[in-house]
């Protein structure tokens, strides 16, 4: 039966003040997935990492997806995933995006392109629901789609791709842990109307500054004054990373969906690289293992890399 192999993109989500709607994919770290078209009505999922993900098809998100693909068109074949993770789960990179927008790109694929793109993100949040509790697309669409994405509406789905500024991202994850479940839960129900006003602000001024190629606006606007200060406390060091890439030439930068990695916009790979080794210093320095990152944004996308 037909096999297919595709690298799939880490991504970072909000980009500081855009929750739940912004989202940006990289090209480093990322994920290989390999997909063999099954004559069994079988789902089997196989790692060859060490992180202990479920393998059961109903608990895992790639599982998931694919079985609702199955149930939808009522399939008589099946799936054999093998799992190649690099984007490491809870660091705040898309890693449970990864695997469920590889899991729907992957049977599409396999099955001769049978879904629209907005299909494939439909099928794909269910994975990101079992994930984190709730279907959002802020890492699923910058994922299947590369560059930066604006997620209007995920019902009905309406995704607006954005231009790819020709910035670089320096990105640290420090072992410590963070579920986004709990991420979440901490947030406020209800904020007040002029922070929101600011939000807006920010928000839109950072989408203009994108579609224009303004990077001083960019950096203007990646300021977050509802969830950042919240979600900030679950993060050793925040404030003196934050504040220390911005020293180091940063034009901005905050939390990597809901943490704990942190991530910085830079005009040049020399700086981003700086301020790659400068945030890992300060974890160092109280004997938190990171990995750093430093990566141009991914224009692409899912990609598929070997087929036969």
């Known amino acids: ?72 068109f009522n399939l008589k074949t099946g799936f054999k995933v093998t799992i190649h993770k690099n984007i490491k789960p809870g660091s705040g990179l898309g890693s449970s995006a990864a695997s469920a927008a590889g899991a729907a790109f992957g049977a599409n694929a396999l099955l001769g392109n049978i879904l629209s793109q907005n299909e494939i993100i439909h099928f794909a949040l269910f994975g990101e629901e079992l994930a ?17 994405t604006l997620v209007k509406s995920i019902d009905p789905i309406d995704i607006i791709p954005l231009r790819c500024p020709n910035l670089f991202v320096a990105a640290v994850h420090p072992q410590v842990e963070v579920k986004t479940s709990d991420a979440r839960q901490i947030l406020k129900k209800n904020i ?31 300021n977050d004054v509802i969830i950042e200060p919240i979600r900030s406390i679950l993060i050793p060091k925040f404030d003196e990373v934050k504040a220390k890439s911005l020293q180091a030439g940063a034009l901005g930068g905050g939390i990597s969906g809901s943490g704990p990695s942190i991530f910085m916009l830079a005009e040049k790979e020399e700086t981003a690289q700086e301020i790659a080794q400068l945030m890992k210093s300060v974890y160092d320095e109280i004997a938190i293992e990171s990995f750093v990152y430093v990566s141009k944004i991914n224009p692409a996308g899912i990609e598929i890399i070997d087929e036969n």
């Open 1 to 72: 039966m037909k096999k297919i192999k595709i690298r799939v993109p880490a991504t970072i989500a909000n980009l500081v003040c855009g929750f739940d709607i912004l989202g940006m994919a990289i090209n480093q770290p990322y994920d290989e997935m390999e997909f063999q078209l099954l004559e069994t009505p079988d789902i089997i999922i196989k790692h060859t990492d060490g992180f202990g993900l479920p393998e059961k098809a109903e608990e895992n998100v790639a599982g998931v997806v694919l079985l609702k693909i199955q149930e939808h």
């Open 132 to 148: 984190s509790g709730v279907g959002h697309a802020d890492n699923i669409a910058p994922c299947l789609f590369g560059g930066i």
């Open 192 to 222: 007040l109307l002029k922070d929101a006003v600011q939000q807006w602000g920010n928000i839109a001024g950072l989408v203009a500054g994108i579609q224009n190629n303004d990077h001083a606006l960019i950096g203007r606007s990646l």
